[in-house]
């Protein structure tokens, strides 16, 4: 059976989730079911955490997040998925178990598996755009006034230029990093340009192709 590093950070989850019951978990699957398949992680711990009142809610979901990435890959079935998750759990932050622990966990986990299809969608499409080698992640512009003097220094100056300074940062091997563009108006202007064209593009092929569901992706 193949054996899952599982990360310290999700082992508040797990215990967590070994203190619920079934019906608990049940009632926690069946709404994951319902999810919009765009909702990320974030959102997804959020909403769940203010829906059930449960302790460590937000690991719960952190963990059940988690499992869409690995269904993926599950050629086995959910059911081997679980067991070896939960086998890898014990082995790993409890070095003992009885059998019975080990299924009840894999019980529970399996529940969730069954459930989430919307994560492992979400997790389909993130995995497309993360394809590219520079990954997106945020961007600012900052506009500034650069005053042009005159050989002499003490003259008023009475001529300026706006300068539109484009950042952008964007994910690289795990690290971010920083790309900086110094555009003028009418590079500004193109930009904006080119912007709502993709705009307009996306819509488009939103009305042309109405029996598709499309996702969009929502930390």
């Not at 082992?11 to 019951?21: N, Q, R, S, T, V």
């Not at 220094?153 to 964007?170: D, P, T």
């Amino acid at each position: 059976m193949e054996k899952y590093g599982i990360p310290e950070r999700f082992k508040p989850g797990f215990e967590a989730l070994i203190a619920l019951d079934e019906k608990q978990v049940e009632e926690i699957a069946e709404v994951i079911s319902k999810y919009e398949p765009g909702v990320g992680p974030g959102i997804f711990a959020s909403q769940l955490s203010e829906k059930f009142q449960i302790p460590d809610m937000r690991e719960i979901a952190m963990v059940a997040f988690s499992f869409g990435s690995l269904l993926i890959a599950a050629d086995d079935g959910t059911e081997q998925l679980s067991q070896a998750l939960a086998q890898s759990y014990y082995t790993q932050f409890e070095k003992e178990a009885e059998k019975n622990y080990v299924d009840s966990l894999a019980k529970k986990i399996h529940l969730l598996l069954q459930k989430s299809d919307p994560l492992k969608t979400y997790n389909k499409a993130l995995g497309l755009i993360a394809e590219s080698d520079k990954l997106f992640r945020d961007c600012r512009i900052i506009s500034d006034i650069r005053l042009l003097f005159q050989e002499s220094i003490s003259k008023e100056s009475n001529h300026a230029i706006v300068l539109h300074q484009l950042k952008i940062e964007y994910q690289t091997n795990e690290e971010l990093k920083s790309a900086f563009f110094n555009l003028k108006r009418e590079e500004l202007e193109q930009l904006k340009k080119q912007v709502d064209r993709a705009l307009e593009k996306e819509t488009s092929i939103y009305k042309n192709f109405p029996g598709i569901q499309f996702i969009q992706l929502k930390n």
